[in-house]
């Protein structure tokens, strides 16, 4: 049975949420009356899918180990969607029970009415008698995350137990983690990066970890002034904006939060390609050299620049503990000199069951068990460098990967909207900005601003185009497909 919470430091504090500290036995009680409450009786969930909607908090960690010492399939939502994102979610999955935070139960009880799911707060699936917890194997299904990959509708990729704890253990063996580190928890948390390689592996090593529903710049610059974290882990896009903030302060302060850097043991980026201008700007205020990975939702992380050793900026570094890469040219031919690109291709421990209810996907994604990330990359020196997508249609931004057919789909609803492409164009703060190129119906018209609004609670913010071109007509190829790349060059 998955067990992330460290057992042998009951005393040390496992999670600081707001002005309280939680220790790992008090965690660890309450994990054990919720996972009780959801039995409701029963021995076993048996597999039941249960989704919650919470922040960052002590109710989320609370309901996720709940989940899986019951038996059942935690499913992580994301607590700035929309309702139609929610609902894809809930239905595609067969949702049983949502369990939500008292401030998003108002957000989500109409969908969970419309679609028949019974919904509860922590406290409702809290029990006062503890039960007997069922014994799970390595091979149950443990959670369930959706990505968008290169499909329309998010994928919900299935995790076991016995993967998870691969994922955890590869990372803490391979980034040092112990129980004296201390990390601040930021990022999204229905995404492995938020669940797996910092809340799990924080609690996997008996470390603590500072919760934060959302990112306050400020209180997080001053709790690294005053040296709180040993272990720093952000997307691209926090750096940017950390550089940004530091530069609008007065060389007092800007100095104590570099310093407050240096003298953690560790800062990794991820989710996104870090631009080798953010790591050297980073690297000249603080002395820190950015750690950086590569993995993805169905993997957990395959690759890493050293902790011990050289890190290159532009570079993922090398297989972790356990993981087997290869690279496939289009031929279908395994790679076998350095310098010459393939499609990254995985065999580990880590790597996901499946693609819940969807067994043609999961088929397509694996050739002959090694899964196929449609990412390409290339060898130098030993080092593996990220080139792009094989598919035009993923856009990584600020670490989200977005599906632009998703977008498309959505602004697609537009009443004045006859044609629509959405890219990605290079962006200093996000990475890649989502960008729309329209084609207008009759004679309207649109700005950028009033595209912004009318997506405003029809997509998820970091969804919405940033950028808009508008087109008598949008380019074709002989099949009728738009030409793509012939667009880029409008953007840049």
């Known amino acids: 049975m998955l067990n992330v919470l460290n057992s042998e430091m009951p005393d040390n504090v496992a999670l600081v949420d707001g002005e309280r500290c939680w220790t790992y036995a008090e965690v660890e009680k309450r994990v054990l009356h919720c996972a009780s409450g ?29 989940i899986w010492r019951a038996g059942g399939i935690a499913i992580p939502l994301n607590v700035a969607a929309t ?47 503890l039960s007997p917890l069922p014994a799970l194997s390595p091979e149950r299904r443990a959670m369930i995350v959706f990505t968008s990959g290169t499909t329309s509708k998010p994928k919900g990729a299935v995790t076991t137990h016995g993967n998870i704890a691969a994922q955890i253990g590869t990372l803490v063996e391979a980034w040092s983690w112990e129980a004296e580190d201390t990390i601040p928890l930021f990022l999204p948390l229905h995404h492995v990066h938020g669940i797996i390689n910092v809340l799990s ?56 939060i570099c310093e407050g850097f240096a003298n953690m043991r560790l800062n990794v980026s991820g989710s996104a390609a870090c ?58 031919a395994v790679v076998t000199d350095g310098g010459t690109p393939g499609e990254i291709r995985i065999k580990s421990p880590t790597v996901f069951l499946e693609y819940w209810g ?18 390409i990359g290339v060898v130098e020196e030993g080092y593996y460098r990220i080139m792009g997508r094989s598919s035009v249609d993923i ?9 632009a057919l998703e977008i498309e789909s959505k602004l697609l609803t537009h009443p004045d909207i006859a044609e629509v492409a959405v890219l990605g164009v290079e962006d200093r ?13 009759g004679d309207a018209d649109m700005t950028p601003e009033s595209l912004k609004a009318w997506c405003d609670g029809k997509l998820s913010a970091y969804k919405i185009p940033k950028k808009l071109i508008i087109l008598e007509s949008l380019p074709r190829n002989a099949m009728g497909k738009v030409v793509k790349p012939s667009l880029k060059t409008l953007l840049e």
């Open 38 to 66: 959801l039995l409701g009786g029963r021995a076993d969930l048996e597999e039941a899918r249960i989704a919650f909607l919470m922040p960052a908090s002590v109710d989320y960690v609370t309901v996720l180990h709940g």
């Open 83 to 129: 309702e139609s994102e929610w609902e894809h979610c809930l239905a595609s999955a067969g949702v049983t029970q949502v369990v939500a935070a008292e401030p998003q139960v108002a957000s989500i009880q109409g969908l969970c009415e419309r679609l028949s799911i019974p919904l509860g707060t922590v406290g409702h699936y809290w029990a006062d008698t």
């Open 201 to 256: 592996c924080a609690l996997w090593a008996g470390a603590s970890v500072h919760l934060m529903p959302k990112l306050d710049l400020q209180r997080l610059c001053a709790q690294v002034a005053d040296d709180t974290f040993s272990v720093f882990m952000a997307v691209p896009t926090i750096y940017v904006k950390l550089i940004d903030h530091m530069q609008t302060l007065g060389d007092d302060d800007a100095s104590l």
């Open 275 to 332: 631009p080798v201008s953010v790591f050297e700007e980073w690297r000249h205020l603080t002395g820190q050299v950015l750690l950086e990975r590569y993995g993805m939702t169905e993997i957990g992380m395959a690759l890493s620049n050293p902790y011990r050793g050289e890190r290159r900026p532009g570079y993922v570094g090398q297989p972790l503990p356990d993981v087997a890469v290869q690279l496939v040219d289009e031929s279908g």
């Open 358 to 375: 969807n067994p043609e996907a999961t088929t397509s994604s694996f050739v002959e068990g090694w899964f196929c990330t449609g990412d």
């Open 395 to 403: 856009i990584k931004s600020g670490g989200y990967k977005l599906s």
């Open 429 to 441: 703060t996000w990475g890649e900005a989502v960008a729309a190129v329209v084609a207008l119906k």
